[in-house]
Each structure stands twice: as structure tokens, then as C-alpha cells.
């Protein structure tokens, strides 16, 4: 599976939208860019998941570039319950038989 | 949505003791669970996979003698920490794989404390 790179650590406003990037320029044409987030001392969290066309759900927007190299998360109205680490993970399309790589993630810290 | 429940969310045992994790799949069938370790402030590793009815395949460094995994049904798999010792106190996380709607699910954790 591709390597991803997110910046280590952001801080948003509470209120505002939280945007997340994630490179991700080796990723191939059947791999899937899924995005998960752990809050402290519980199991990591599915947010959303995408291939190559922007995706929308109750939680989050996942923006892919057109060359599919690098993908944003936003959080459209953060909270204070929206701190947590945030991972980007690319993935292939092999049906679930391998388990996912975690990289380090960004720990987005939500101010009041 | 898909659901895994893990139990114990913590545990505390003495060293050279056991301990076993139970990890459920509730509304759907899993054939394929994953374990994962995280360490204090690192990233989750995975540790091993288990398929329904075969054996775990383990990660490279994992000691397949001292983590005993267990997938006898579609919705149970079970890992066992035998003779722990101090460091393997650690947080331990399974998920079934490969949902496409809602992604990889995970359980909520075993924090392990080896005393």
C-alpha cells in the first residue's frame, strides 16, 4: 500500500471548519484513501473513505486532487469532541484481507 | 452499522500469568479479524490476522507462541497474552476487515497492564 504524509499536529478554532491534508503521491489507480481518528484510549474511529470523486457524509468531506496525490479532510464545524489523532490511510482494493498501515497521524487539537 | 465489541476495556494481571481478549462481531459475519498493539503516544502496528477456521498469520518480530489467537467462529476471535510480563503492558485493538460500506471497524481497546 502508499505511503502517506500528514503534518503532525494542527490546531482550529472551535466553530471553524478543520481542513486536514494527507500526500499521498504513490498512491495506484486501485487504491482507496480512507480516513480514520482516534480519540485517547479508544479504538480508531471510521470517518469516511474515497477513490478518485470528492465524498460527503454526516461527519466529514474527503476532497481528492484530480492526479489523486493528495486528499484533504474537512471537518466542516469542529468541536471540542473533535480533538483526537487523525489518519489518512490508503488502501488497496484487495477485499479486506490485509489489515491497515498507521502512520503517525495528525493530532488535531480543537481550541475553545 | 457494523459493530465489534471488545472485552476487558482494561485489565491489570501479575507477570507469568494469561490474559485473553475477546473481540465480537454483532450485527455481521467476520471472517477476517486483525490485532493490533499501541504502545504509549506511537501508532497502532498490527500484530496479527486471523481467518475463520485457519490459523493467524503474524507480523514480522510478533511471537506467535506468546500471543495465541483464536477465530473458531465468524464472530469471535480471541487473543492471549501467555506469561506476560511487564512489557507487554500495551493497548490492544482488533478489527474486522474489509467493509466496504463503513470501512475496517475496530473494537474499543484492552488496556493491559502487566504489575
Known amino acids: 500500500d502508499a505511503k502517506t504524509t500528514q503534518p503532525p499536529s494542527m490546531d482550529c478554532a472551535e466553530g471553524r471548519a478543520a481542513n486536514l491534508p494527507c500526500n499521498h503521491s504513490t498512491i495506484s489507480g486501485n487504491e482507496y484513501v480512507y480516513w480514520y481518528r482516534q480519540i485517547h484510549s479508544q479504538g480508531p474511529q471510521y470517518i469516511i473513505h474515497g477513490l478518485k470523486n470528492n465524498e460527503t457524509n454526516e461527519m466529514a468531506s474527503l476532497i481528492i486532487t484530480e492526479d489523486r496525490k493528495s486528499s484533504t479532510l474537512i471537518l466542516p464545524h469542529a468541536t471540542l469532541r473533535d480533538t483526537a489523532v487523525y489518519y489518512c490511510?490508503?488502501?488497496?482494493?484487495?477485499?479486506?484481507?490485509?489489515?491497515?498501515?498507521f502512520g503517525k497521524g495528525t493530532h488535531l487539537i480543537i481550541q475553545p | 452499522g457494523a459493530v465489534v465489541s471488545q472485552h476487558p476495556s482494561r485489565v491489570i494481571c501479575k507477570s507469568g500469568t494469561s490474559v485473553k481478549i475477546e473481540c465480537r462481531s454483532l450485527d455481521f459475519q467476520a471472517t477476517t479479524m486483525f490485532w493490533y498493539r499501541q504502545f504509549p503516544k506511537q501508532s497502532l502496528m498490527l500484530m496479527a490476522t486471523?481467518?475463520?477456521?485457519?490459523?493467524?498469520?503474524?507480523e514480522q518480530g510478533v511471537e506467535k507462541d506468546k500471543f495465541l489467537i483464536n477465530h473458531a467462529s465468524l464472530t469471535l476471535s480471541t487473543l492471549t497474552v501467555t506469561s506476560a510480563h511487564p512489557e507487554d503492558s500495551s493497548f490492544y485493538i482488533c478489527?474486522?476487515?474489509?467493509?466496504?460500506?463503513?470501512?475496517?471497524?475496530f473494537g474499543s481497546g484492552t488496556r493491559l497492564t502487566v504489575v
Open positions: 486471523s481467518n475463520e477456521g485457519s490459523k493467524a498469520t503474524y
Open positions: 478489527s474486522a476487515g474489509g467493509l466496504r460500506v463503513y470501512g475496517y471497524t
Open positions: 490511510i490508503v488502501v488497496g482494493s484487495g477485499g479486506g484481507a490485509d489489515g491497515l498501515t
